[in-house]
């Protein structure tokens, strides 16, 4: 009996000593870990978490990317550290800006305007001589760099009315093909989501005035080569460099693109032999194709379309052969536009397949080629309502399915070098820092 009393007295005794001294915890044998969530750069940068709140946090891990499901919306990192015996600890670690510090599998796209890959609220693409849908890069880098887009043409005043010597700027024959190809144009786009603004009025001023109501972060246009149409971009800069809007501008005038060249500008040949021999042998840039759907425009400004103008409102009176409303004639030889200059473009091609080039015989030529080419195409070239590598694109195509494909091809080449030459000529005495040094031009070989 008593030795079952001094048994139940040593087994309290002991349990109340192991309830003073617990057994050491054993930590485990993983580390540490945190996780930390970024979503997608599809959001602006300002939604990014405080920095304050974020430097509570200081965990600094080595991260090992994990690809999810959704790794289209949100990408998951699990970060370890070097195991620690003395302690467990359990943190969750919150990037300074998760929308651009990275925990991302894709690329990192910036919110900087001056990155040409940033997505903007709203751009703005100002027509020139470029009045095309089918490889016009400056509508292309608008829609795909931006959320709304709204494309726009100046009836330049300073471009009509009387020349110094008594001329007209611009003649009747001359604005009606480009009201034509203004219309075309709207009309392409209106087919595709867009539209197209149209005002009377200097670019430097429309375009800062439909800046300011839309909340444009750019202005995208294509570089032309005239000295007037240099200076009106310069003035487009510096008033666009007030209002904090950019102005990124593509080269979409010739069949090379100026920085394929295999020279800077101001030391090009100044005849045409030297530049034809330096420049033949250059790799064309492929064609821009045509987007089937835009961007919407901008819901900010509610901006109206605007009239397309007539003769009258440009100030010039119909000729004598035109209608007086100055509207186009029902049987026109030439109509503005790129879907007449498509056409066009196809039925020449024809022509050449079914007439193929020859080469040249005691100083005659065949009928389609050489200057008989330049009336039934050139006029769209120099609207721009066709681009040069559209036109080399399919011309070719009939020229190498003919016997005589390399005097074809030559010809071709020849012809749209020999305009190359005339503008990037152009471009290079439009520069006021080289207009007393430049040495006269010749188109002889």
């Known amino acids: 009996m008593d030795s079952n009393h001094r048994m139940v007295r040593y087994q309290h005794l002991k349990s109340e000593e192991e309830d003073e001294n617990p057994p050491p915890i054993v930590p485990p044998p993983f580390a540490p870990a945190s996780i930390s969530l970024s979503l997608s750069t599809i959001l602006p940068s300002y939604l990014s978490v405080n920095s304050r709140t974020a430097s509570s946090f200081s965990l600094q891990p080595n991260k090992v990317k994990v690809p999810t499901l959704a790794s289209s919306l949100a990408h998951l990192s699990l970060s370890s550290t070097s195991p620690s015996p003395s302690k467990i600890s359990f943190k969750s670690t919150i990037s300074p800006n998760p929308l651009q510090n990275p925990l991302t599998l894709g690329p990192h796209r910036s919110f900087d305007p001056s990155n ?12 020139r001589n470029d009045l095309r849908i089918l490889d016009n890069e400056c509508l292309n880098s608008a829609n795909n760099e931006s959320i709304s887009v709204l494309p726009v043409y100046c009836f330049d005043p300073t471009e009509y009315g009387k020349s110094s010597s008594g001329f007209d700027k611009t003649g009747p024959h001359r604005a009606t093909f480009l009201i034509e190809s203004v219309s075309d144009l709207r009309k392409k786009l ?90 033949q042998k250059l790799e064309i840039r492929k064609t821009i194709e045509a987007l089937d759907q835009l961007k919407g425009l901008p819901s900010r400004g509610d901006v109206e379309a605007g009239d397309i103008p007539s003769l009258m409102d440009l100030g010039l009176n ?9 509207k186009q004639a029902a049987k026109r030889c030439m109509l503005g536009g790129e879907s007449e200059a498509l056409e066009r473009l196809r039925q020449l091609r024809a022509e050449c397949e079914a007439q193929p080039h020859k080469g040249f015989k005691d100083g005659m030529q065949d009928s389609i080629y050489g200057a008989n080419l330049c009336c039934k195409i050139y006029p769209w070239l120099a609207m721009g309502c066709l681009s ?58």
């Open 388 to 445: 040069p590598r559209t036109m080399f694109d399919e011309l070719k195509k009939s020229i190498t399915s003919s016997a005589s494909s390399n005097a074809g091809t030559n010809w071709l080449m020849n012809e749209l070098l020999c305009r190359d030459f005339f503008r990037f000529v152009s471009k290079k005495c439009s520069s006021s820092k080289i207009q007393l040094e430049v040495t006269p031009t010749t188109a002889c070989t």
């Open 190 to 279: 209106q087919a595709r989501g867009s539209d197209l603004v149209v005002r009377i009025g200097k670019p430097e001023t429309v375009l800062v005035e439909l800046a300011k109501a839309i909340g444009a972060d750019a202005v995208y246009a294509h570089r032309e080569v005239s000295q007037d149409e240099v200076k009106a971009e310069e003035r487009i800069e510096k008033a666009m460099k007030e209002e904090n809007v950019e102005v990124k501008y593509s080269w979409g005038c010739t069949l090379h693109h100026v920085d394929d060249l295999p020279f800077k500008l101001e030391d090009m040949p100044t005849n045409y032999g030297g530049f034809r021999e330096k420049a």
């Open 318 to 326: 119909p000729s004598p052969t035109m209608p007086q409303d100055g």
């Open 116 to 127: 040409g890959a940033a997505i903007r609220r709203a751009s703005i693409v100002w027509f």
